[in-house]
């Protein structure tokens, strides 16, 4: 079965930490994607990659940062944690535009960040 | 920039009843794809249904079905015969249909199942 995998479910860290959220996906897709979920804002994205050391910001890039220096790994960098950035993070992948099944994302099961 | 617009913040539906989650969009694009995505308690995200712009016809997938009106730029997703593992979080999503565009998101409905 194919997957997306997020290193942790739970995460707790202090302020100013940095923290690392790790995502791996076993689809030889392109495309990644973090999100953050919160309660009445929906997903909004963070950063994005086509492809190997290639990365796009997104809505919310402030206080992020990402690597991607294999195909299959997209991390997320928080250079130094805050508390606003307490949330549920979500890593996705998906083909590139015109491959079978580009349209459409595979998620991993989420990482729920607390910083405090 | 394209925008996804959810007003039902919570809906609630009795077992075996039907319900109907509202989205709306804005874009200038003619070609285009609109998604249902479902995130149960588990929080995997899962796809739920798809329509692509160019289709004049409704998509379903057995108990879940679109209603797609291009011109008022609306989208919502009937669900027939509710049942107690259809309670989730449900987000409608849109994709330009063109280059490697990210997902957009609405903020989502959450749905309650009463038995």
């Known amino acids: 079965d194919v997957k997306v995998t997020q290193s942790s479910r739970y995460l707790v860290k202090r302020t100013g930490e940095k923290v690392f959220l790790e995502c791996v996906q076993d689809?030889?897709?392109?495309?990644m994607f973090w999100y953050r979920q919160d309660p009445g804002l929906g997903l909004r994205l963070i950063y994005f990659?086509?492809?190997?050391?290639?990365?796009e910001k997104g809505d919310i890039p402030e206080g992020y940062s990402v690597s991607r220096e294999k195909k299959e790994r997209f991390s997320l960098i928080l250079e130094s944690a805050s508390t606003n950035q307490t949330s549920m993070y979500l890593c996705?992948?998906?083909?590139?535009?015109?491959?079978?099944?580009?349209?459409?994302?595979?998620f991993g099961s989420g990482t729920r960040l607390t910083v405090v | 920039a394209q925008t996804v617009t959810q007003s039902q913040p919570e809906m609630s539906v009795q077992e075996a009843e039907t319900v109907t989650l509202s989205c709306t969009y804005d874009?200038?694009?003619?070609?285009?794809?609109l998604f249902w995505y479902k995130q149960p308690p588990s929080r995997q995200m899962i796809l739920v249904i798809r329509?692509?712009?160019?289709?004049?016809q409704n998509a379903t997938e057995n108990r879940f079905s679109v209603n797609f009106q291009k011109a008022a730029k609306s989208f919502s997703l009937k669900i027939s015969d509710s049942q107690l593992g259809d309670a989730a979080m449900y987000f409608c999503?849109?994709?330009?249909?063109?280059?490697?565009?990210?997902?957009?998101f609405g903020k989502g409905t959450r749905l309650s199942v009463i038995a």
């Open positions: 329509q692509e712009a160019y289709k004049q």
């Open positions: 999503a849109y994709r330009r249909d063109s280059g490697n565009t990210p997902l957009v």
């Open positions: 874009t200038s694009e003619s070609d285009y794809y």
């Open positions: 990659s086509y492809d190997v050391k290639m990365k």
């Open positions: 996705a992948s998906s083909p590139p535009q015109g491959a079978p099944g580009w349209y459409g994302y595979t």
């Open positions: 689809m030889d897709h392109e495309n």
